[in-house]
């Protein structure tokens, strides 16, 4: 059974950093690509970043540019997410998500249950 | 940036009926070179992550009721539940993965 379970979620102030960490198992996490996407309690989902299995494609959301950067350490089975120079409007909770495929252009096929961030002074 | 604008923002089907969404893409994200489209759905329920449905426009996932179906191409999709069911109670995303990633605005769909 595939498990995604994230950790280092919590409460920051605007402009610190927080690094997210996903747990993966019951597959083969060297075969696919990963993502992140988080969600404001009650609203929409947003895709946040994806890596590809070997860290070769990394792909962004236009407002993460420059202040997030994902990366996984695949003898560990875990995904990252280091979130700098953090804002309000970054407040949410922060799933994990596994690819159906090994690169990055790819549908997800299963979620863990998100870890959350509020930032806020 | 491709923009996913679903329709309608809510709707309300009695059991047992037909529910349909529907999902249009600001640009084609159909790769002609495999003749995929980009396009998947997911349903989520309150209090938990979203699920996947359909993949590749079309393909349902192991385990989803064939009473879902996704349908499409180009820039025009449809999400189709043949005959709801209350368990269907959830909203529902559309997602393009040809460039980049973006979410539709999510559909709640309600029992009348």
């Not at chain 2, 084609?28 to 699920?51: E, T």
Request: aromatic share 12%; glycine share 8%; charged share 15%.
């Amino acid at each position: 059974e595939v498990q995604l379970v994230e950790s280092g979620g919590g409460l920051v102030q605007p402009g610190r950093s927080l690094r997210l960490s996903c747990a993966a198992s019951g597959f083969t996490f060297d075969d696919y690509a990963m993502h992140w996407v988080r969600q404001v309690p009650g609203k929409g989902l947003e895709w946040v970043s994806a890596i590809s299995w070997n860290s070769n494609s990394i792909d962004y959301a236009d407002s993460m540019k420059g202040r997030f950067t994902i990366s996984r350490d695949n003898a560990k089975n875990s995904l990252y997410l280091q979130m700098n120079s953090l804002r309000v409007e970054d407040t949410a909770l922060y799933y994990c998500a596994k690819s159906g495929c090994s690169s990055t252009t790819c549908y997800t096929n299963h979620w863990g249950q998100g870890t959350p961030v509020t930032v806020s002074s | 940036d491709i923009v996913m604008t679903q329709s309608p923002d809510s709707l309300a089907v009695s059991l047992g009926e037909r529910a349909t969404i529907n999902c249009k893409s600001s640009q084609s994200v159909l790769n002609s070179s495999n003749n995929r489209n980009y396009l998947a759905w997911y349903q989520q329920k309150p209090g938990q992550p979203p699920k996947l449905l359909i993949y590749w426009a079309s393909t349902r996932e192991y385990g989803v009721p064939d009473r879902f179906s996704g349908s499409g191409s180009g820039t025009d999709f449809t999400l189709a539940i043949s005959s709801l069911q209350a368990e269907d109670v959830a909203v529902y995303y559309c997602q393009q993965y040809y460039v980049s990633h973006t979410f539709g605005q999510g559909t709640k769909l309600e029992i009348k």
